[in-house]
């Protein structure tokens, strides 16, 4: 690792208000390295110019906190997650949340499992030694099954999965009672649309759509979704 890859990567987030320590930057670079090493073998994402993963990936993944705060200690669930986006960038930059990430992918998901460690972001948070980041190889459906994760996250993140009405069954029943769902869309041109279509399903599903915030930096649209009392 490159002490200049490290600066240049410290001054391209700073310059986007992202700023970062040194120990976060070499996250970042590693990440890349690995990303693109593994990209080689498998199909991880179209991306492979090392500037636009750092535009197109990280900062795009880090410019829902210009919207929403996370706080320490809350529970994050990433679905569909592919190689790590948002998830794996949100925990490098907050790293006190605690992180699910569902990908139905099994290559995919062995690259993810390999990459935790490799970022030191499988630390115990408690006695009962309960993972800081887990990965569960699983379609996202299975996984709102299971008692154990219904109404149990803080945060439900969406990127490049399909529409808010289709996502919202497998969504929704993660969502604490304050939890909050934020979905990435590109935007905002074609947003309002797909909002009118998932208004009425998502409110037979007990959720309802907060707020919408745009960001014309990264050419994003964030759907937060809040659950209702039925």
């Not at 636009?52 to 990280?58: D, P, Q, R």
């Not at 997650?81 to 062995?110: C, Q």
Request: aromatic share 10%.
């Amino acid at each position: 690792m490159l002490a200049q890859d490290t600066h240049v990567l410290k001054e391209t987030f700073k310059r986007h208000g992202f700023p970062l320590s040194t120990y976060q930057a070499e996250q970042f670079d590693k990440y890349r390295a690995e990303l693109l090493r593994w990209n080689a073998r498998m199909n991880l994402t179209a991306i492979t110019d090392n500037n636009e993963i750092v535009h197109k990936h990280f900062l795009d993944a880090l410019s829902v906190l210009e919207h929403i705060t996370l706080k320490k200690g809350d529970t994050v669930i990433d679905i569909g997650t592919g190689a790590g986006f948002p998830g794996i960038v949100l925990k490098i930059y907050v790293p006190d949340i605690r992180l699910t990430l569902v990908e139905a992918s099994k290559k995919k998901g062995s690259f993810l499992k390999f990459l935790i460690p490799q970022l030191n972001l499988h630390q115990k948070v408690n006695v009962y030694q309960k993972v800081d980041v887990e990965v569960l190889t699983e379609r996202a459906e299975v996984c709102a099954r299971d008692p154990d994760r219904v109404g149990a996250y803080d945060w439900v993140f969406t990127r490049y999965v399909a529409t808010i009405r289709d996502s919202a069954v497998y969504c929704l029943p993660f969502l604490k009672p304050t939890g909050r769902w934020v979905a990435y869309k590109l935007g905002p041109e074609i947003i309002d649309t797909e909002i009118d279509d998932s208004a009425t399903h998502l409110r037979a599903l007990g959720g309802n759509i907060e707020t919408v915030f745009t960001n014309p930096k990264f050419n994003r649209s964030y759907v937060v979704v809040h659950r209702v009392d039925t």
